[in-house]
C-alpha cells in the first residue's frame, strides 16, 4: 500500500470509507485477491482525500480504478 503515513481524517468520514471499501469488496466474485482489496482501499483514501464525502461515489470511483488497473496489467 502506498503510503498515507501523513493523511488524516476524522471519524466520520474513516467510518464513510470503511462503509465504501465494504461495499466495493462485497461486489467482487470470489476469490477475494488481497490486491484488489489494497487498490480499493488506496483509491478510496485518495479519492476521500481529495474530498469526496459521498459513499456511492467513493465506491464507484474505486471499482471504476480497479477495472482500469486490471486491465493495464
Do not use: C, W, Y
Not at 490486491?35 to 469526496?52: K, P, Q, Y
Not at 471499482?63 to 496489467?73: A, I, N, P, T, V
Request: charged share 20%; hydrophobic share 50%; glycine share 6%.
Amino acid at each position: 500500500m502506498k503510503n498515507f503515513a501523513n493523511a488524516e481524517f476524522s471519524p466520520e468520514v474513516i467510518d464513510l470509507m470503511t462503509l465504501a471499501l465494504e461495499a466495493a469488496v462485497a461486489t467482487l466474485p470470489e476469490p477475494v485477491h488481497s490486491s484488489h482489496v489494497n487498490a480499493l482501499a488506496e483509491s478510496i483514501l485518495r479519492t476521500a482525500g481529495a474530498g469526496e464525502r459521498n459513499l456511492a461515489d467513493l465506491q464507484r470511483i474505486a471499482l471504476m480504478e480497479l477495472q482500469l488497473g486490471s486491465r493495464d496489467g
